[in-house]
């Protein structure tokens, strides 16, 4: 079965603090993991994808497919980070498609 | 690029009418998605097109909903007849090839 699990709905931090947003996958092939973030009543946007490879905003992730995880990670959290984070996977196979986890709301406080 | 368009922003609705949610990929784009989102279920893929064809409409709750795409630049989604159950917002995403989706900001449905 393919699925993502992001086991926190929410993460509450203090500003500065650092911060890991958790997600796991099933699926037995190569996937690709993305990480969107949608900001209050907004769309959603590409934050990260794991082929880039890159930081976007100061955030990383790493797959590892040892584990089936890809979580999210953040030295030091700003105010501004507060929002839902949706991780994704997209299953081979040319379909496109991805499957969305449940999503984790991030809260930074001051 | 405007990006993705979705209309309307807000639809609010009585039980049993007619819903129509309209949705305009980016041009270029041979994928197109349509995502439920809850706060109960998250995102879930209701169908999705790939060169105006549906490829996967397992998403889709019941013989309610049904989605076209007439042509490589506009897409609907209709329910009818609507029920409170249905209240969410309704995404629209488009991408080429296997490149990152892109998403419209979304219809909130609420049927009362």
């Known amino acids: 079965a393919q699925r993502v699990t992001q086991p926190e709905k929410l993460l509450s931090v203090f500003k500065g603090a650092p911060v890991e947003l958790k997600c796991n996958y099933s699926y037995s092939g190569s996937p690709e993991l993305f990480w969107y973030v949608q900001y209050s009543r907004q769309r959603l946007q590409l934050l990260l994808r794991h082929i880039s490879r890159e930081s976007i905003k100061g955030f990383t992730a790493d797959l590892n497919k040892g584990e089936t995880s890809f979580h999210l990670k953040k030295p030091f959290a700003q105010e501004e980070d507060s929002a839902m984070y949706y991780c994704a996977l997209r299953p081979g196979g040319n379909t496109g498609k991805l499957i969305f986890g449940q999503g984790t709301t991030l809260q930074v406080k001051p | ?112």
């Open chain 2, 1 to 112: 690029d405007a990006g993705v368009i979705q209309s309307p922003r807000h639809e609010v609705t009585e039980m049993g009418q007619e819903v129509t949610l309209r949705c305009k990929p980016i041009s270029g784009h041979n994928s197109l998605f349509w995502y439920r989102q809850t706060m109960m279920r998250g995102l879930e893929l209701l169908i999705y097109f790939n060169n105006n064809v549906p490829i996967d409409d397992s998403g889709m709750p019941e013989d309610r909903f049904s989605a076209k795409m007439p042509n490589a630049s506009f897409s609907t989604l209709k329910i009818q007849p609507s029920e409170p159950r249905d209240s969410a917002v309704y995404f629209c995403a488009s991408s080429l090839g296997n490149s990152p989706l892109h998403f419209g900001n979304g219809t909130r449905l609420t049927v009362t």
